[in-house]
């Protein structure tokens, strides 16, 4: 029985590559890529691919965000995150979302195989540089620290990732298709959610819950 495969990154020669290594693995077959997460959400619903390759880091809806969708829409989909990121902070995101497994993208190829079958396996998996200690001594230290993302809308998380990339309310409103009066109407609530009462404050912080990288 194959392994059907949704494929997502927001670079195209990335998937490509990605799409020729799954080519050449037994009984895996990539049924849909997709840009972003809003993407790969529409074409899972098409294609009832039986796990979701994502990106951490895409632009328009990322990674964590559609894990999140991912776990509220379709529960029964495995999903593993494939991410340049090896910190703990980006890791803890991504499975505390409701990821499957994390992998580094500078993994070899027969990681990649072996994170696909133990996923579909029902087991977690983790890249192999990745130290579970270090995780749990993470996840200790921000416990109680700073406001969780969870509190927050999925258009409040939408639009922070949106702030955070450089986007302005006009851009935004034309992105979601929204008026720039409501933009500005979320954008107020999540501040007032957050305690974050300025751009780069909200800027750092989506940074500091894998929203978006430092990069975009």
Known sequence: ???RVLLADDHALVRSGIHSLLKSMPGIQVV????DGAEALLLAGTHKPDL???DIA?????GVEAVRRFRAQQPDIKLLMLSMYSSEE?????????ANGYLLKDSAAYELEKAIRQVMQGQRYLDSILSPQALDEY???VLDKGTNVEVLT???????QLIAEGDNTKEIAYRLNLSGKTVETHR??????????DVPGLVRYAIRKGLTTAEK
């Open 1 to 3: 029985m194959n392994i």
């Open 32 to 35: 849909a890529e997709a840009a």
């Open 52 to 54: 979701a390759i994502l």
């Open 58 to 62: 895409m632009k328009g809806m990322n």
């Open 90 to 98: 980006y890791v803890m995101q991504a499975l505390n979302a409701g």
């Open 139 to 141: 996840m200790r230290r």
């Open 154 to 160: 999925p258009r409040q998380r939408q639009i922070l």
């Open 188 to 197: 107020a609530q999540l501040m007032e959610r957050l305690d974050i009462h």
